[in-house]
C-alpha cells in the first residue's frame, strides 16, 4: 500500500510540476485551447441534440429509439474501450522505459502494475471524455432527466472506464507471460479473423436477411434494433451501464442504482482478479518479453518485402529512405500495426452495417439522411484515422529526430514527404470507402460526385490537420503512440478535426436539404449556395490542412535537439 | 576548419557557453574536457548545428552555420553520447537509410557497411534488429553510420562509453586514421587517459569558459606543473 502510495504521489507531483509549466505559456495560447475545447463541446452538444431529438419526434417509436441509441452507444463503447485497452495496456506494462526503473525498485509488483493499470485507463478512454459528455447530456436533455442525474455523471464516467481496462489486462497478462513475443503477434491476427469471420457469419445469416423483409426504412430500423438485441443481453456490462442511464433518467432510481451496483460489483471482481493475476503473472510476464526474439531478418537488398518497396525508387532519395523506414517502422511495430486493424475491423463492421441498409429507399429525405449520414461517418473514421495514426509521426522520430536534423535535408521536406505520402493513402483509401458506400446506398450521380470531391478535400485537409498539428506539438520523449496523441497536440487535433468534418458536413448539407428536402430555395439559389459552400469547404481545409504544415515545419526548423 | 567566434549559449537563466572563441584546423584532432554541466556536450551540438547560439558564431568549412546550415552539415557527422536509433531497423538497414539519406553512392556505402560491420565484429548481427543490441553495440552502429558519408569533420560526444575494450581499441584506431587523411575531429570526454592519448590540442571548458587551451605539454606548462593531466584538470576546475 506504501508502494502504491509513494508511486501516485511522485506522479501527482508531476502533474503540480506540468500544471506549474502552463502558467508560463502565453495567455493567448491558453484562451485559444479553452475557447476551442469549450466550442467543440458546444458544437457536438448541438448535433447529438439535433439527431436524438429527430429520433426522439419519430412517432410511436421516438423514445424507444432514442434509448436503443444509448445500448448501441454503450454496447459499442465498450467493445472499442476493451479493443483500444488491449494495445494500450500492452504498452504500458511492458513496454514503457519507466517499467524497467521502477521493476528495479524494491516495489510490490502489484503497486507498479495498478500504477500502470490507471495510467493505461486514462489514455484509452480520454476520447470518450470528448464525446461521451455531450451525448450523454443531450440524451439526458431529452429525457428531461433531473439534476442529479448531471451530478452523479462523472461518477458514472470513471466506473465505466475502468471494466473495460481491467477486462483487456486479463487478457494481456497471461499473453505477455506464456506467449513469445513475435508468436503473439499471430495470436492477436489469428483472434481478430475469427472475430472478423464471426461478425460476418452473424451479418450475413441474421442481420443481412432481416434487411431484405421490408423496403420502408421503419421497419427495416425496427427490425435492424430487433437484430441487435445481442448488444442488450443481460449479462453484458455495456447494457448494465446504458440501462442504469436510462433508468436514472426516466426517473427510476432504485433500478437505476441495482444496474449501477451490478457494474460496479463486476468491476470489484475483475479488479480482484487482476491484483491476483498481477501478483502471478505481471513481473513474470514482462521479464518474458524482455526475451526478444533475435531472430535475423533479411539482408535490406534481399527478400520479398525489400523488392516490393523497391517501388518507392521513383521517390527522391532521401524521400524513399525515410518511407521505406517508416513502413517498416509501422510493420515491425505491435502497438502500431495492432490499432491500424482495430480501425480496419470498425471500417469492415461500418462497411456491412450500411450492406443492410435497403437500397431501395426512395423517399429523397431518407436518401439525404442516409447519404449525408454516410459522408459524416467516413469523415469521422477518417479524423480518427489521422489523429491516431498521422499525428504522432513527428513524435515517433522521438530522440532520434538527431539524425534528421543533422541530415542534409530540411524539416519543410520531412514535413511534404510525410503530408503527401500519407495524404496520398489517405485519399486512396477514403475514395475506396465513399465510392463503394455510395453504390450500397445507391446514392444519386449528382450526390455521389459531390460526396466523393467533398471526401477528397477531407482527406487533404485532415491529413494536413494531422501532420501539421503533429510538427507543431512534437512529443520527442514520448514512444508510446497512445500517450502522444492523449497529449495537448493530439487533443487539439482530435477537437479541430471534429470542428472541422462537421463544418464541412453542415456547408454541403444545408444547400442539398433546403432544395431537395424542405423545397425553400429555387434552383438558382441553391447553385449559388453550393457555391459558397464550396467556397468555403476550400477556405475552411485551407485554414485546417495548409495553415498547422506552414506552422509545423516552421516550429521544427528553429527547435533544437 | 571550425570557426567559433564569441559563442554563446544561454538556457533561462544558466550560461551554458560563454563567449567562447576557438579556431580548430583540418586535420586537428581536438579534445573539450571539463567537468558535468561545463557546457561540452552544448558546444559540440552549436558546432553540429543542433542548437542555435544566442549570440557570435559558428563556421564550418567557411561556411557560416547560421547562414548555410545544409551546406555546413553536409561536411561534417556528429555522434552522440547516448545512441539513439531506430529500433525497429536492423543494423543493415540503419546503415543503408542512413547512405540513402545523404545521397552517397550506393556500391560505396554498401560496400563500405560491410567494411565497417566486419572491422566493429558485427557482421553476423547486421540484420538483427537494433532493439535487441547492447548499448555498445548500438555505439558501434552510430559511428559506422557517422563514418560513411565520408565527413572533412567529425564531432564525437563521449566516444568510449558503453564500449568494450576492444572497440575502444578500434573506435581510437579509426578516428586516428581519419584525423591521418585529412579529417577533423573535435570530441568530448570524460576519459583524461584517452584525451592525452589521442589529441592534437585539448581545451578545457568550465561553467562555459574555456580555461585553458594547447597540447598536453602546453596546459601542464600553463598550470606550471608537472604531475599528470588528471591532477592539472582537477586542480583547473576545483570549485571553489
Known amino acids: 500500500m506504501n508502494d502504491a502510495r509513494a508511486l501516485f504521489f511522485a506522479r501527482i507531483r508531476i502533474l503540480k510540476n506540468s500544471a506549474a509549466g502552463i502558467k508560463n505559456e502565453p495567455v493567448l495560447k491558453t484562451t485559444f485551447i479553452a475557447v476551442l475545447t469549450a466550442s467543440f463541446w458546444i458544437v457536438s452538444f448541438f448535433l447529438f441534440y439535433r439527431g436524438l431529438a429527430f429520433f426522439h419526434a419519430i412517432p410511436a417509436v421516438g423514445p424507444v429509439l432514442v434509448d436503443e441509441t444509448m445500448y448501441i452507444f454503450f454496447a459499442v463503447l465498450f467493445i472499442m ?74 461518477g458514472w464516467f470513471i466506473l465505466f472506464v475502468i471494466l473495460p481496462t481491467a477486462t483487456a489486462s486479463l487478457l494481456v ?32 445469416s441474421v442481420i443481412a436477411p432481416a434487411a431484405q423483409e421490408g423496403g420502408d426504412i421503419t421497419a427495416f430500423m425496427e427490425s435492424f434494433l430487433y437484430h441487435l438485441r445481442i448488444l442488450k443481453h443481460p449479462l453484458y456490462p455495456g447494457y448494465w451501464m446504458a440501462s442504469s442511464l436510462i433508468e436514472a433518467t426516466g426517473g427510476r432510481a432504485l ?12 468491476t470489484a471482481l475483475a479488479l480482484q482478479l487482476n491484483h491476483i493475476a498481477a501478483g502471478r503473472l505481471y513481473y513474470r510476464g514482462w521479464l518474458a518479453s524482455r526475451n526478444r526474439s533475435s531472430r535475423p531478418l ?26 521505406i523506414k517508416d513502413i517498416k517502422t509501422f510493420a515491425r511495430d505491435f502497438g502500431q500495426w495492432s490499432q491500424f486493424l482495430i480501425y480496419l475491423a470498425i471500417l469492415g463492421v461500418y462497411i456491412l452495417n450500411l450492406g443492410s441498409v435497403p437500397g431501395s429507399v426512395n423517399n429523397p429525405y431518407w436518401k439525404m439522411i442516409v447519404t449525408f449520414l454516410n459522408f459524416s461517418a467516413t469523415s469521422l473514421v477518417l479524423a480518427g484515422f489521422t489523429v491516431r495514426f498521422l499525428f504522432p509521426q513527428i513524435s515517433l522520430e522521438g530522440n532520434k529526430i538527431w539524425i534528421l536534423g543533422l541530415a542534409p535535408l530540411s524539416f519543410r521536406g520531412l514535413v511534404l514527404q510525410k503530408f503527401f505520402i500519407n495524404g496520398i493513402m489517405i485519399l486512396l483509401v477514403s475514395e475506396l470507402l465513399m465510392t463503394a458506400t455510395n453504390i450500397m446506398l445507391e446514392t444519386s450521380p449528382g450526390l455521389f460526385f459531390v460526396s466523393c470531391a467533398m471526401t477528397a478535400l477531407t482527406a487533404v485537409g485532415l491529413t494536413g490537420l494531422s501532420v501539421g ?20 497536440g493530439g487533443t487539439l487535433n482530435f477537437i479541430t478535426a471534429l470542428i472541422y468534418v462537421a463544418v464541412i458536413v453542415l456547408l454541403l448539407a444545408v444547400p442539398y436539404f433546403s432544395y431537395h428536402v424542405h423545397h425553400t430555395v429555387t434552383a438558382g439559389t441553391f447553385r449559388t449556395m453550393l457555391l459558397a459552400a464550396w467556397a468555403g469547404s476550400l477556405a475552411a481545409t485551407a485554414a485546417a490542412g495548409l495553415f498547422p504544415l506552414v506552422l509545423g515545419y516552421r516550429k521544427l526548423q528553429r527547435s533544437e535537439f | 576548419m571550425i570557426e567559433l567566434q564569441k559563442l554563446t549559449k544561454i538556457f533561462g537563466d544558466n550560461t551554458a557557453v ?60 556528429y555522434i552522440p553520447d547516448i545512441p539513439y536509433v531506430y529500433e525497429k531497423l536492423t543494423g543493415r538497414e540503419f546503415l543503408h537509410f542512413t547512405g540513402e539519406l545523404y545521397r552517397l ?34 555505439q558501434k552502429i552510430v559511428i559506422s553510420s557517422a563514418l560513411l558519408s565520408d565527413p572533412r569533420l567529425i564531432i564525437i560526444d563521449e566516444p568510449m562509453v558503453g564500449l568494450d575494450p576492444r572497440s575502444i581499441r578500434i573506435v581510437k584506431d579509426l578516428l586516428r586514421e581519419r584525423a591521418l587523411s585529412g579529417t577533423t575531429v573535435l570530441m568530448s570526454t570524460h576519459t583524461l587517459a584517452l584525451a592525452e592519448e589521442i589529441s592534437d590540442r585539448l581545451g578545457i571548458i568550465h561553467r562555459g569558459k574555456l ?11 600553463a598550470a606550471r606543473r608537472s604531475e599528470g593531466l588528471e591532477d592539472v584538470f582537477l586542480r583547473m576546475t576545483a570549485e571553489k
Not at chain 1, 469 to 488: C, D, H, K, T
Request: glycine share 6%; charged share 15%.
Open chain 2, 105 to 138: 553512392d550506393r556500391s560505396v556505402y554498401r560496400a563500405q557497411s560491410e567494411e565497417l560491420l566486419e572491422r566493429f565484429l558485427m557482421r553476423d548481427d547486421g540484420d538483427k534488429l537494433l532493439e535487441t543490441y547492447s548499448h555498445g553495440m548500438r
Open chain 2, 211 to 221: 580555461i585553458a587551451l594547447g597540447g598536453v605539454d602546453d596546459i601542464k606548462q
Open chain 1, 81 to 154: 474501450l476493451v479493443l483500444s485497452s488491449l494495445v494500450v495496456c500492452h504498452a504500458t506494462f511492458f513496454n514503457a522505459q519507466e517499467v524497467e526503473f521502477l521493476l528495479s525498485k524494491p516495489l510490490d509488483h502489484r503497486a507498479v502494475f495498478f500504477y500502470r493499470f490507471i495510467q493505461s485507463s486514462i489514455y484509452s478512454s480520454w476520447a470518450f471524455l470528448f464525446l461521451g459528455i455531450p451525448f450523454l447530456v443531450a440524451y439526458a436533455i431529452i429525457r428531461n432527466a433531473s439534476c442529479w442525474f448531471y451530478l452523479a455523471l462523472p
Open chain 2, 18 to 77: 560563454g563567449s567562447l572563441s576557438l579556431t580548430v584546423a583540418a586535420g586537428e584532432f581536438f579534445t573539450v574536457l571539463g567537468p558535468n554541466g561545463a557546457g561540452k556536450t552544448t558546444t559540440l551540438k552549436l558546432v553540429a548545428g543542433l542548437l542555435r547560439p544566442t549570440a557570435g558564431s559558428v563556421s564550418v568549412g567557411g561556411i557560416d552555420m547560421a547562414e548555410k546550415p545544409g551546406r555546413a552539415k553536409a561536411l561534417m557527422s
Open chain 1, 173 to 204: 497478462l497471461p499473453a505477455a507471460r506464456f506467449l513469445d513475443y513475435r508468436r503473439a503477434r499471430h495470436v492477436f491476427i489469428g483472434t481478430a479473423v475469427v472475430l472478423a469471420l464471426a461478425a460476418f457469419w452473424y451479418y450475413r
Open chain 1, 469 to 488: 498539428l503533429g510538427a507543431l506539438y512534437p512529443n520527442f520523449r514520448e514512444e508510446n503512440m497512445s500517450r502522444i496523441v492523449s497529449s495537448f
Open chain 1, 298 to 323: 533479411p539482408p535490406p537488398d534481399a527478400g520479398a518485402v525489400n523488392s516490393l518497396l523497391s517501388i518507392f525508387s521513383v521517390l527522391p532519395r532521401p524521400t524513399a529512405a525515410l518511407v
Open chain 1, 255 to 266: 433500478a437505476s442504482v441495482r444496474y449501477f451496483f451490478v457494474y460496479a460489483a463486476t
